[in-house]
């Protein structure tokens, strides 16, 4: 049982740094465009979706609330660059087996200019120096080599996802550092401390979606594939 564990601990995590990069609320308006869903289970994602609006209401959203309320934030955005700096070698490896060189080349940069000049990871330096993220993971290598999809399904915390990038978790999970700690309780504590602090980024855009968006569940569903494809490309 303490894999699984920890890979639950961690896809949280990677969730998160997914999310971070979806399409937001205006954006997504803007760019719609009609596509077919594979969507055989709608019924138990609805279901799940609702589930996961009402963890998010009441149980992540008052606790960050007053994460919020007491930590300043450049000490937040620090933890936040760091734990972003960690998944640099995922981005790396996952742009290098999409031939990508150029975005691979742009992740290797960014980790050293991070991780020598940003005190560890603490600062962003590489965004000041206009290197830029290129987010890549397993999943998204699957899906440029041809690997369809599969059917959308909505997961329990995680959200959005579909059968490809689910399968494809796990993999993730083994590239990235923090996987490594040792003893388990402290990779569990650090790895939800991680994606606690992110959530702490993104109150205001899920309580956008979450409460003024009519037919939430589809648009979730659409705004996350259609980023997979745009990231497959």
Same mark, same amino acid.
């Given at each position: 049982?303490?894999?699984?564990?920890?890979?639950?601990?961690?896809?949280?995590? $990677?969730?998160?740094?997914?999310?971070?990069?979806?399409?937001?609320?205006?954006?997504?308006?803007?760019? @719609?465009?009609?596509?077919?869903?594979?969507?055989? !289970?709608? =019924? @138990?994602?609805?279901?799940?979706?609702? /589930?996961?609006?009402? $963890?998010?209401?009441?149980?992540?959203?008052?606790?960050?609330?007053?994460?919020?309320?007491?930590?300043?934030?450049? /000490? #937040?955005?620090?933890?936040?660059? %760091? /734990?972003?700096? $960690?998944?640099?070698?995922?981005?790396?490896?996952?742009?290098?087996?999409? %031939?990508?060189?150029?975005?691979?080349?742009?992740?290797?940069?960014? %980790?050293?200019?991070?991780?020598?000049? =940003?005190?560890?990871?603490? #600062?962003?330096?590489?965004?000041?120096?206009?290197?830029?993220?290129?987010?890549?993971?397993?999943?998204? !290598?699957?899906?440029?080599?041809?690997?369809?999809? =599969?059917?959308?399904?909505?997961?329990?915390?995680?959200?959005?996802?579909?059968?490809?990038?689910?399968?494809?978790?796990?993999?993730?999970?083994?590239?990235?550092?923090?996987?490594? !700690?040792?003893?388990?309780?402290?990779?569990?504590?650090?790895?939800?401390?991680? /994606? =606690?602090?992110?959530?702490? %980024? #993104?109150?205001?855009?899920?309580?956008?979606?979450? @409460?003024?968006?009519?037919?939430?569940?589809?648009?979730?569903?659409?705004? @996350?594939?259609?980023?997979?494809?745009?990231?497959?490309?």
């Amino acid at each position: 049982m303490k894999i699984w564990h920890l890979i639950l601990v961690f896809l949280l995590f $990677l969730n998160i740094e997914v999310c971070a990069d979806e399409v937001s609320l205006d954006e997504f308006e803007q760019e @719609y465009s009609s596509y077919e869903v594979n969507d055989p !289970i709608s =019924g @138990y994602n609805k279901i799940m979706t609702n /589930f996961n609006i009402a $963890l998010y209401d009441y149980g992540f959203r008052p606790i960050l609330k007053g994460y919020n309320a007491i930590t300043p934030e450049f /000490f #937040r955005t620090g933890v936040r660059n %760091f /734990f972003d700096n $960690l998944l640099a070698p995922l981005r790396f490896i996952g742009n290098v087996f999409q %031939f990508k060189f150029n975005e691979a080349g742009d992740e290797f940069k960014r %980790f050293l200019a991070n991780t020598i000049l =940003g005190f560890g990871g603490v #600062r962003d330096v590489a965004s000041v120096m206009g290197i830029q993220k290129h987010h890549a993971d397993v999943g998204a !290598i699957l899906a440029h080599w041809g690997v369809g999809s =599969g059917f959308h399904i909505v997961l329990p915390v995680l959200g959005p996802s579909n059968l490809r990038d689910a399968l494809a978790l796990p993999v993730d999970w083994f590239l990235q550092p923090t996987a490594y !700690i040792d003893p388990t309780w402290l990779e569990i504590v650090v790895s939800a401390y991680g /994606f =606690g602090n992110e959530l702490s %980024f #993104r109150l205001d855009e899920l309580d956008e979606i979450y @409460y003024n968006t009519p037919n939430v569940y589809p648009f979730l569903r659409d705004a @996350y594939e259609q980023r997979r494809i745009e990231l497959s490309k």
